[in-house]
């Protein structure tokens, strides 16, 4: 499967911007890169996900780098809600797992008030 | 409508019931997804449907049992679970299978096998 790889937590405070990145070096060209995040006693909910420009919805933006090895969720101002469990995940585009979204440990992010 | 509807919310079984987790979604998709969630984990996945038909199988055992009646309904029936099984059930379903399409979750079953 392909690996992504998070910091295990981060710290942000209300109201300031957070950038949440995530490593993907074994990434292939036609890989899609997804962000999701899980609340507390609720299922994932779908971010953003890309493939090679930036991308920005109500939620968030999503930074690719020109290799696309890394990329970074940029959630413009943080509130109390943004408070969850954020996976990157590679969905490959190739092989017996395409199109599926496997799952990695994920970054928690707290926010302070 | 733009969700994935779970029920029941929490369901408690003994280790010889049959019971069943249901997964129902309005919003024309035609790939469904089951994952398993143990506490502090990731989701696991489970099965992939494909337009009805079972497309992975995760070597689940087979007291799991998934299927499939029709394009907006996904079930999960178990069967002489054990209480290792306890965990949250997660369905999700995409437009397609595929890359590219981002997925709709449910809220999940909370399931306690006793």
């Known amino acids: 499967d392909a690996k992504t790889t998070q910091p295990n937590s981060m710290e942000s405070n209300e109201e300031e911007p957070v950038h949440l990145p995530c490593n993907h070096s074994?990434?292939?060209?036609?890989?899609?890169i997804h962000w999701y995040r899980q609340l507390p006693s609720q299922g994932p909910e779908y971010v953003i996900h890309?493939?090679?420009s930036n991308v920005n919805n109500r939620m968030a933006s999503l930074a690719i780098a020109e290799d696309r090895k890394s990329s970074t969720l940029i959630l413009h101002r943080a509130t109390l809600r943004d408070a969850a469990v954020y996976y990157c995940?590679?969905?490959?585009?190739?092989?017996?797992?395409?199109?599926?979204?496997?799952f990695g440990k994920g970054t928690k992010l707290s926010v302070k008030p | 409508d733009t969700e994935v509807t779970q029920t029941p919310k929490h369901l408690v079984m003994g280790m010889t019931n049959k019971k069943s987790l249901k997964c129902e979604q309005h919003?024309?998709?035609?790939?469904m997804y089951w994952y398993k969630q143990k506490a502090k984990k990731p989701p696991e996945l489970m099965f992939v449907y494909s337009y009805e038909k079972l497309s992975i199988n995760e070597s689940v055992p087979s007291r799991f049992s998934p299927e499939c009646p029709n394009s907006s309904l996904l079930n999960l029936h178990l069967h002489a679970l054990q209480p290792e099984d306890s965990a949250l059930y997660l369905c999700?379903?995409?437009?397609?299978?595929?890359?590219?399409?981002?997925?709709?979750f449910g809220s999940g079953t909370r399931l306690t096998v006793v």
């Open positions: 999700a379903s995409s437009l397609r299978q595929g890359s590219g399409y981002g997925y709709t």
């Open positions: 919003m024309g998709h035609r790939a």
């Open positions: 890309g493939l090679t």
């Open positions: 074994t990434i292939s060209g036609t890989d899609y």
């Open positions: 995940i590679l969905q490959l585009n190739y092989g017996g797992s395409q199109g599926n979204l496997i």
